[in-house]
């Protein structure tokens, strides 16, 4: 198959937080890999987390339960979650399901940077 | 209570290999370890494993009275237990040995025994049995679970509607055509009273057995909700997310849209918990996105209050309701089938029976995916106001 990995996290250690850079599709077949890349930082004791959403193509219901749960994690060790660089398509995901409304959305990296 | 010993037939006319294996296996046999059962011919050996159905090493010599080796071994290959056998065989016999293995033999040994060549064969074969038992067991069990997953889909499939009956006011056709997995899409419509007719379509996140159980739930609590004390479809959503939220660790949540359709004046009004927007097939042709209501997905936001939306519909007009395995159906390039398709498709369907405009954009559907697989459930409700209910 020439297919490449549909979905591929890298993690960068910034001051304030880890940026997590997702590319790729997150769907049921992917979400696997963002849900370990998470619980990774969170046990490497990485509390805040910044998700870089520049090369995100698309997110299934399951990518975006796999970010409520990361947003709960993240909450319960004390620190957060944000989410920045959406595209229009998927900006428009989170708005009609509603998750603009519960998660930490910003429109570049260095406004989510600033909200930590 | 130590497990029971494995046990192992050795057959033999000669009382040789018989004092071998009890000499060289004493110490193993009065551990309880194993255990020798001896036969002096094919015969007898295939009546001693009737009475012993758990042995599963046979070892045997070829040259016998009344059955010989070969023919044992034929047996064995036609029985339905998976008995492996160890040949044993004179030195430099090559013609049985070859026949022994084609027959099915597991290993040969060759007279006369070296004691270590002897436990070591039995040793694989033993080994080997134990494999093949456990690969047996693991294929039981997943036949079982596999069965299980079926049978919970059953279960789902058969808690959608009846349909409803024909009538002169309206005419709502749905279908779901699951994925191959067990998975999250739901559709309901039922009567609220003699002039409203409620029509539900929901998508839970992710799939399997939990999906499945958290969608019968909603299902199960919308309908309660509804009979009990119907006031607004929003209020209805309200009270249906508080229940889904009270316990829900797992952040399972369902998009769901909610609609009451008024059969005495066409208003339809109607919520939507994070849902894709429903369309309005107008009969000049426009196709029309149903104006957002703004609310969260169910399940994970207590304290929402969902708000209400409405729209007016005149005869002819049919809302289409759909979930994104429609939208987001991928051919074999990654290339979704996208809400423009959708449209573009549904604006040829205006003034059809529901039954058309569903089975039409189903077909467009299909026809994209081609030959790549359904990786989401596809289902879509279409909905035709016909003629008011007079008062």
């Keep these: ?114 909200a930590v | 209570m130590g497990k029971s010993p494995t046990q192992v037939l050795v057959v033999d006319d000669e009382e040789d290999l018989e004092l071998l294996v009890r000499q060289k ?58 008995i492996q056998a160890v040949i044993v065989s004179a030195y430099g016999d090559m013609k049985n040995i070859r026949t022994a293995m084609n027959r099915g033999a597991f290993d040969f040994l060759t007279k006369p025994i070296d004691f270590n060549d002897l436990e070591a064969t039995i040793e694989k074969g033993l080994k080997h049995v134990q494999a093949l038992q456990r690969a047996l067991e693991t294929r039981d069990r997943l036949i079982a679970v596999k069965q299980e997953l079926d049978m919970a889909r059953d279960v789902q499939m058969s808690f959608q509607p009846e349909p409803l009956i024909d009538s002169e006011h309206y005419d709502v056709k749905a279908v779901i055509i699951p994925a191959r997995e067990v998975g999250g ?64 660790p797992s952040c399972i949540f369902i998009t769901l849209f909610f609609g009451v359709l008024d059969l005495q004046t066409g208003k339809f009004r109607y919520s939507n918990a994070g849902h894709n927007l429903p369309r309005v097939l107008r009969t000049d042709s426009r196709v029309e996105v149903v104006p957002k209501t703004g609310n969260i997905v169910l399940g994970i936001q207590p304290d929402h209050t969902y708000q209400n939306n409405q729209l007016q519909l005149a005869p002819g007009d ?3 309701l759909y979930t994104d395995g429609i939208t987001e159906a991928e051919d074999g390039k990654n290339t979704e089938f996208t809400e423009s398709r959708l449209d573009e ?9 529901s039954e058309r405009v569903i089975t039409d954009v189903v077909d467009a559907v299909q026809e994209f995916v081609g030959e790549a697989v359904q990786s ?12 008011p209910v007079l008062s």
């Design chain 1, 1 to 114: 198959m020439e297919e490449k990995a549909k979905l591929s996290v890298e993690a960068e250690q910034g001051d304030k937080a880890t940026i997590l850079i997702v590319t790729g599709r997150v769907d049921g077949s992917s979400v696997g890999i963002l849900e370990s890349a998470v619980q990774e930082q969170i046990n490497a004791g990485n509390k805040t987390l910044v998700f870089d959403f520049k090369e995100l193509s698309y997110i299934s219901s399951a990518g975006l339960r796999a970010l409520l749960i990361a947003a709960r994690l993240t909450q319960k060790e004390g620190g957060k979650a944000l989410f920045c660089a959406l595209a229009d398509h998927i900006a428009e995901i989170f708005e009609i399901s509603g998750f603009n409304e519960i998660l930490d959305i910003h429109a570049t990296k260095a406004d989510a940077l600033e």
């Design chain 2, 25 to 82: 296996f004493r110490r193993r046999t009065r551990d309880g370890d194993l255990k020798f059962l001896f036969a002096h011919n094919g015969k007898e050996a295939l009546e001693v494993l009737q009475e012993h159905p758990d042995v599963y090493l046979v070892l045997s010599d070829i040259n016998m009275p009344v059955m010989d080796g070969l023919t044992l071994l034929s047996q064995l290959a036609d029985g339905e237990k998976d």
């Design chain 2, 185 to 248: 899409d739901l559709y309901d419509f039922f009567y609220i009273d003699k002039s409203h007719i409620a029509l539900v379509i929901a998508d839970v996140s992710g799939k399997g057995v939990p999906a499945a159980l958290f969608t019968t739930v909603t299902r199960a609590l919308l309908r309660a909700v509804t009979s009990k004390d119907y006031s607004t479809p929003g209020d209805c959503l309200t009270m249906v997310n508080d229940l889904l939220c009270e316990n829900n």
């Design chain 2, 318 to 320: 049919t809302l289409f």
């Design chain 2, 345 to 353: 498709r549904l604006a040829e369907l205006s003034g059809s029976s």
């Design chain 2, 376 to 387: 989401d459930d596809i289902t879509c409700v279409a909905a035709r106001f016909l003629a």
